[in-house]
């Protein structure tokens, strides 16, 4: 009986200890969330003021630039972050093949209404990727019939190859887009590190259907989405964010960041949540802190801090299917995008240099086809018939067998584009 009593008294005492616990948990919960109100009323009356002994003291802080000197870098233009888009006047987007809207708030029949808006497809490029990247924009406005607008991001030395090259374009087609050439910047004190971050551009993607088709994608955006990607992988099972990712990714398996739509105007007014400090943080503060806190861990660059971006901020993303960012991965062991199976490749979206080397044939068929073809000539057999005859000799890959995918929707905007100028003859 005595053993028991002592039993029983021990229960007790542990019992106590543990609601002792479970108030002084609420309590300092409670206290937090006190302090948090009041700093974010601080924050609100004192927008000129320093932030930075509200921060949290975890790794990746260090750079965090105040909020006045990243007004002032944004008012010179001196430099810009990772994301050189921020230098976009507010009232445009663009692609890199990143998409930016400054669409806002509109609705579908709104959109109808603007059909003669300009979309805005910003690109960024530098090294030998000069051709790479007129191929791509070429196979913009071959399908579009909606006016365009280049914004070109590149080193200062190809700056004069864009204008010499996009100005030989014959003039009917010289007056479908307008185009704005931008230096390619990084903050001074983080250069280096920005430079070798995965990959310094990239531009090895193809429209095949017209601009305007993936424009309209922002008509279905909810009031929260910021921007627009792609899952990294549908199949899970070879998918590299849920089986390697040694950081925080987007749902089950992680996004591309080959094909962006971008709103301009609400990514500059969102404040993002994060894992480094109890602030929401701009675009412009949270990409540093990002880059040092997960330098050592990220592998994808860009992508990787994108990733982790929208893994803590989800309700700002939208998720377009598959066939509007189509990659090697989604052909290379065999077909696994649904959409693409459905209704054809959308954006091809080279990425590995498969344009350029014998790896996927498939993929180098479609870019040396509409590299080489020249305007104003007819595109059906100019372009698609020599396109079906390469393909053709590609089936001994999987993607080769997969090539009818390529040219469904291309054959569809070669008909649209035709009947579309022989209306307007």
């Not at 994301?83 to 009232?91: I, V």
């Not at 931008?182 to 551009?201: A, D, G, H």
């Amino acid at each position: 009986m005595r053993c028991y009593f002592q039993a029983f008294l021990l229960c007790m005492v542990f019992t106590f200890l543990s609601l002792l616990y479970v108030f002084n948990q609420l309590a300092s919960t409670l206290e937090d969330r006190d302090d948090w109100n009041l700093k974010e009323q601080e924050i609100t009356d004192k927008r000129s003021h320093d932030y930075g002994h509200l921060l949290r003291k975890n790794p990746g802080l260090t750079g965090l630039p105040h909020r006045e000197e990243e007004l002032d870098r944004c008012k010179s233009l001196s430099v810009s972050y990772w994301n050189p888009y921020r230098r976009l006047p507010a009232d445009v987007c663009g692609v890199n093949c990143l998409l930016e809207s400054s669409l806002r708030e509109r609705s579908v029949s709104a959109l109808k209404e603007h059909s003669n808006e300009r979309s805005h497809l910003a690109v960024v490029a530098c090294g030998p990727r000069l051709e790479e990247t007129l191929t791509m924009l070429k196979s913009a406005v071959l399908l579009s019939k909606k006016p365009l607008h280049f914004y070109i991001f590149a080193e200062d030395d190809l700056h004069d190859h864009f204008r010499n090259a996009l100005d030989s374009w014959p003039r009917t087609v010289q007056t479908k887009f307008n185009f704005t050439i931008y230096p390619i910047t990084f903050p001074k004190e983080n250069v280096k590190e920005w430079k070798k971050l995965f990959k310094p551009c990239a531009s090895q993607r193809l429209f095949l259907p017209p601009v305007e088709d993936i424009w309209a994608l922002f008509a279905q955006f909810k009031s929260s989405h910021i921007a627009g990607m792609a899952p990294e992988h549908e199949e899970p099972r070879i998918g590299w964010y849920n089986r390697f990712a040694r950081h925080p990714y987007y749902g089950k398996t992680g996004i591309n960041s080959g094909v962006m739509l971008m709103n301009m105007t609400r990514l500059r007014e969102k404040s993002f949540k994060n894992d480094m400090t109890i602030l929401a943080l701009k675009w412009e503060e949270i990409l540093m802190p990002l880059l040092q806190k997960y330098k050592l861990n990220i592998t994808w660059g860009d992508q990787d801090l994108l990733n982790i971006i929208f893994h803590h901020n989800p309700e700002s993303l939208y998720v377009f299917p598959c066939q509007w960012n189509y990659r090697p991965d989604h052909c290379i062991y065999g077909s696994n995008c649904q959409q693409a199976d459905q209704e054809g490749v959308f954006i091809l979206h080279g990425n590995r240099g498969v344009y350029h080397d014998d790896k996927q044939p498939a993929f180098r068929a479609v870019y040396e086809a509409i590299q080489k073809y020249t305007f104003g000539e007819d595109m059906e057999t100019s372009l698609l018939q020599p396109l079906e005859a390469s393909l053709q000799a590609t089936t001994n890959t999987y993607c080769g067998r997969a090539s009818h995918l390529f040219t469904k929707k291309l054959k569809q905007s070669i008909m649209s584009v035709q009947q579309d100028a022989a209306r307007k003859r």
